[in-house]
DNA sequence: CTGAAAGCGCTAACAA
DNA sequence: TTGTTAGCGCTTTCAG
């Protein structure tokens, strides 16, 4: 009559709840429920799970954790959830960090310093263990005094000691240029940003430059265009485009620093009866989700979310395990998404 | 040389360590430490505040969770984190519950039952406050003993005793079809889906039957066209329109039951030369990003996925508070996105 | 206002 | 193989 009812939900039953009705001690039941196979007899194995079994325990692993030091909470710190880019990579890294009995929380910073240090603060009231993160500052004395293993997300080479992976962005520039080039274009134009601060960007002029030495092609600073990688850049870049004298014949093809810029350059030019993937090849760069909504579809070099994502949840468990050793750096080549903008132009020859 | 440092970043300071140096008792630390406000001399406050202050110490609220059975947790289960619906919401949900001091995990579903049910056992061990989730089965009697306050997010019908929160569906497509009516459309064609399970969906259709007699408008069933709400789906869509006879004659406007297959019908239509904002008016739901990169830009009906993160999010503070207060339900209105998809026939007449 | 002691639910020596 | 005894770091009576 008092008790009995085995479908109280009320969390109530702990251990010792088990330990009493299968009348064995709270830590003969703890070594049942701590995978570690703790030495227990078949049989009390066995009454230990039935009475498991009728009163619905639940493990409480934050009480666990208390003892055993682990939280199986991991941090991932990105800039904006709702940026596919960043999202994509986070989804990548619960997926691989779940079936390891980890739970993901990801934090958005939305670019903001203040945002971040909340989450650094977080992470040293013990309750995550470890960190992935993108971080604004790479304030990297912060993140190795965490006292967690951290992994970071970027291409920085600032961060000399710590374990990081990115894109290859000289490759993904290189290897779009390449498809460029391939398809007979010789007039190739640049737009991406100079910003002084972000200095990986100016990776994609290095790259740039690298290939038409490499090509044997002229390199005309004109061609070089500096704008912002976002909308307002897009309508920028084409402005700029325009405003070259005899552009037609000076540019065949334009490498875009991101999507964004990529597509709506191609609708501002579009007003103007310049048609991308007719009269003039764009390319674009990340691949979001928008790229192969554009018409016409955007060809452009995706970067390999998915597979940073994994990368980066596989280092941070073996940084977990193992905190001292070899700082590991990993770099994923861009892949091409080869749709409707780039005209070829081998045909016509 | 041993142990004297105080930035060692290691953190081994506990209560125990600053009650020692600041000459009080762990009580009297817990009392600073608590914001509950407990009483505390000036004197000896500031005392502790300094000790604090000097060995760096961090509050461990996961041991203080222990015992005041708080995690400050809070878990989002979504199906889909990369998707900008959901991560949006999820965005909002944590931008209201972290400056109240919450943690957000997001779980993705991929609308998977099983991996639903790890998120509910996750939620059982103990390891969050509150839920606020989106589930494919709607299992209500599971959802309600998990023993933790949840919100749901959806319009679902079926949960009837446990807030919710979610778009007004039969508004959203109302406030569409009206602004076709008033643009001057009178031959007014629905694509939606007619999945027997969702059963949300009708909605679409129950409203449109509605405005039609409400404007007295003929309901021609040829019009009511039934496709999956994806791409697949707007490509069939654009094949079923283009194979009614005179379709010219007979629709001037195409309400889609979501933005993928408004986009893609657009698409597919445009290979047969018909322009949408200029041959035939199309308008979608929802607003994903693509919606403003496409050309045209898409005409569409917001979901105001901000508001109903930042109202799940206040629900599940106040059940938290409040675990018996009566059960709340909340419907926000769809907006209005206006591009350039719908013609404005107004003009011609 | 402050301290001592008990305990949240679990794990980890150490005995038995 | 099992039970006993201490804690993990914090909060919370209950005295003083």
Redesign the interface.
């Known amino acids: 009559m008092y008790g009995n009812d085995p479908n109280m939900?009320?969390?109530k039953i702990s251990i010792h709840e088990v330990a009493r009705l299968a009348g064995v001690s709270k830590s003969t039941v703890s070594r049942v429920i701590s995978d570690k196979g703790g030495s227990v007899s078949h049989e009390t194995l066995e009454k230990v799970q039935k009475a498991i079994e009728q009163l619905g325990y639940?493990?409480?692993?934050?009480?666990a954790?208390?003892r055993t030091q682990k939280?199986y909470?991991v941090l991932v710190m990105i800039p904006?959830?709702?940026n596919?880019f960043w999202?994509?990579i986070?989804?990548a890294v619960?997926d691989t960090l779940?079936p390891e009995g980890y739970?993901?929380?990801?934090?958005?910073t939305y670019w903001s310093e203040e945002r971040e240090s909340?989450y650094y603060?977080?992470a040293?009231?013990?309750?995550f263990d470890g960190v992935i993160l993108n971080s604004v500052t790479d304030n990297i004395d912060l993140i190795?005094?965490?006292?967690v293993p951290a992994v970071l997300i970027g291409e920085r080479s600032a961060a000399q000691n710590i374990d990081t992976v990115g894109t290859d962005t000289l490759q993904a520039t290189k290897i779009g240029m390449e498809y460029l080039y391939e398809t007979g274009h010789r007039k190739i134009a640049l737009a991406t940003s100079d910003h002084g601060s972000e200095r990986y960007l100016s990776l994609r002029a290095r790259a740039y430059k690298d290939f038409l030495h490499e090509k044997g092609l002229p390199f005309d600073p004109a061609l070089l265009f500096s704008v912002n990688l976002d909308a307002e850049g897009g309508r920028e870049l084409a402005k700029q485009l325009l405003g070259l004298q005899n552009w037609a014949e000076r540019v065949d093809s334009l490498f875009c620093g991101n999507d964004i810029v990529a597509?709506?350059a191609m609708?501002e030019l579009?007003k103007y009866g310049i048609i991308a993937g007719i009269d003039l090849s764009i390319i674009g760069m990340d691949d979001v989700?928008?790229s192969s909504?554009?018409?016409p579809p955007l060809t452009t070099v995706r970067k390999p979310r998915e597979r940073i994502g994994v990368a980066a949840a596989q280092l941070l468990l073996r940084r977990m395990q193992d905190p001292l050793g070899a700082v590991e750096k990993h770099l994923f080549p861009g892949e091409l998404a080869i749709r409707d903008t780039v005209i070829d132009r081998r045909k016509k020859r």
Do not use: C, F, H, W
């Open positions: 939900s009320k969390q639940r493990k409480n692993i934050v009480a954790g208390l939280t909470m904006d959830v709702a596919p999202s994509e986070a989804r619960q779940e739970s993901v929380v990801i934090g958005s909340r603060e977080l040293q009231m013990a309750r190795k005094n965490l006292g597509i709506t609708n579009r989700p928008a909504q554009t018409y």
